[in-house]
């Protein structure tokens, strides 16, 4: 199924995609107010696995709830919905989004007015970054625009305002030459991609900035450290200088949408040997062994569509 066609889940019902339509004076068009998921659905030999559903289920309702934002199902029932997407559209792999946005109430920015609308896509997306970034690595620059301090944009919620700043450093990275833009924190130091998390490799150990780096805690980043640790490669969250992932030996992105994507070149300066690192690949390798279903689901990461 390609992108604009079959079914979509709006507020409890399934409509064609073209029906899937809201007012254009809904709060969300005006304001950005809507909180999101990216999922993905991978094609297993034992059928269609949606991938870690539950914690993005989880992470959705946590984004409304910081936004106050009830949304009007349940989480079991939005997790059927997102089940039935796929299903109905006879999807074996897929991207997945869910999201729950203010509609059509009242305009002005208090919100609380509006009602919390509902809605979920699902259609084909292969590698974000390029098929041939999962080996040979991107070049990204560090970008010009920082990500929010704290106490400003929440940044453990997945809102669609929130993801402005994201569209600013990928604009700039692409205009500027880049395949993808590293966002700096408040006080300078590493935060993350403009929708991945970023790792770097440095003498056999892993690092990666820490929630209090203005980062999206990602449920892929969280698969990274379950990988690592199995391997027995040490890992660790601290604050990272920019220059320290100039001399990094590997640096990689992980995301829903990137999977494990490496990274060749920082700023024009060539990252270790300017392709992927043995760690990266050791990660990415066992990673994608899992996703499509090459070896036993031992983190129980996947909830099947029956």
Request: proline fraction near 6%; hydrophobic fraction near 40%.
């Amino acid at each position: 199924m390609t992108f604009g066609t079959g079914k979509i889940w709006m507020d409890g019902k399934m409509v064609a995609w073209a029906d899937a339509q809201i007012s254009v004076m809904s709060h969300v068009v005006h304001y950005g107010s809507s909180v999101f998921e990216g999922i993905r659905c991978y094609a297993t030999p034992h059928g269609p696995g949606i991938f870690r559903l539950q914690d993005h289920v989880r992470r959705l309702y946590d984004s409304a709830k910081i936004y106050r934002m009830p949304i009007p199902y349940t989480p079991e029932q939005f997790t059927q919905a997102i089940l039935d997407v796929v299903k109905v559209n006879d999807l074996k792999s897929c991207y997945i989004r869910p999201i729950a946005f203010r509609g059509y109430g009242k305009l002005g920015v208090n919100p609380l007015e509006c009602p919390v609308n509902c809605v979920v896509g699902a259609w084909h997306w292969g590698a974000y970054l390029g098929e041939d970034a999962m080996e040979k690595g991107v070049s990204v620059r560090v970008s010009s625009w920082q990500r929010a301090a704290p106490n400003t944009f929440p940044a453990l919620a997945k809102a669609g305002g929130n993801y402005l700043n994201s569209q600013l450093i990928r604009i700039e990275a692409t205009d500027t030459g880049f395949e993808e833009g590293i966002a700096l924190d408040h006080s300078g130091f590493v935060s993350e991609g403009s929708g991945e998390n970023i790792f770097m490799v440095r003498s056999g150990v892993i690092y990666t900035p820490p929630s209090s780096s203005s980062i999206l805690p990602g449920i892929t980043r969280h698969c990274v450290f379950q990988l690592a640790r199995e391997a027995g490669i040490r890992i660790h969250q601290q604050v990272i200088p920019r220059e320290a992932l100039y001399i990094a030996d590997e640096v990689f992105f992980s995301g829903t949408a990137a999977e494990i994507t490496p990274v060749s070149h920082i700023d024009n300066i060539e990252i270790g040997n300017g392709k992927r690192g043995p760690i990266t690949e050791r990660v990415q390798a066992e990673f994608f062994k899992i996703v499509n279903g090459k070896v036993p689901d031992r983190f129980n990461w996947f909830t099947m569509v029956k």
